[in-house]
């Protein structure tokens, strides 16, 4: 069967295509940018270093691009005629790296069942911590590049994704941020023909809350 993954770049969406790349042919990497500022929506990171994170895992990204006002209904009609598309590449499944969030599992089953395509999850239910040693000992390499204030210090932006940073995490924090406490980049790793070079200069605030590196892209 041919995949299409949800794709936002960071850890979890590595361990869905690792978890994958053996049992099916993963074919395209969704992933929603702002067209406003070229950028992931939510995680913000610029779509040149999405470009060239699936250029070195030799995927293709699907960009779609998400205009004002940002409100469920342009989502979801921008959803859907991009749906459409895959649809015709003979796409007919679509994988979600969610864990355990019910309301968001539910509310993608609904979103894939009216497109006629079958959705899968194929971390649902795994242990967090768990996972996130997997990430590690398998080699994957990722930068946090989003920290909600509200759920965690913004001493945290910008640090490696290792052990040392999820040892240091509060108790109440998800390990591997499912409930949205950071984010992250994964830049290296064992499906990468090569790292993706880019470095970080500062950083800004949205909504007197959510923390960013401000990414770049860095040439050779």
Wanted: aromatic share 12%; charged share 30%.
């Amino acid at each position: 069967m041919k995949i299409a993954l949800s794709w936002s770049g960071g850890r979890d969406s590595m361990m869905m295509l690792h978890t994958l790349k053996d049992k099916c042919e993963p074919v395209v990497l969704i992933t929603t940018f702002d067209e406003v500022t070229k950028k992931v929506m939510m995680h913000h990171i610029p779509f040149e270093l999405m470009e060239a994170q699936a250029k070195r895992l030799r995927l293709e990204l699907f960009p779609i691009w998400l205009r004002p006002p940002y409100d469920n209904d342009t989502y979801e009609r921008t959803m859907k005629d991009a749906l459409e598309q895959l649809k015709e590449r003979s796409i007919t499944h679509v994988a979600f790296g969610d864990l355990f969030l019910e309301d968001i599992r539910s509310y993608r089953e609904q979103q894939m069942a009216r497109m006629g395509l079958t959705p899968i999850f194929p971390l649902w239910g795994k242990e967090t911590k768990s996972l996130a040693a997997d990430f590690i000992r398998l080699g994957y390499q990722a930068k946090v590049i989003c920290v909600d204030s509200e759920q965690l210090s913004p001493e945290f932006l910008g640090r490696e994704y290792d052990t040392s940073f999820i040892h240091e995490l509060p108790d109440e924090v998800d390990p591997c941020g499912e409930n949205g406490e950071f984010h992250s980049f994964v830049f290296d790793g064992p499906l990468f023909q090569e790292a993706v070079p880019f470095s970080t200069r500062g950083s800004y605030v949205t909504y007197d809350r959510f923390y960013y590196c401000e990414l770049k892209m860095r040439k050779k």
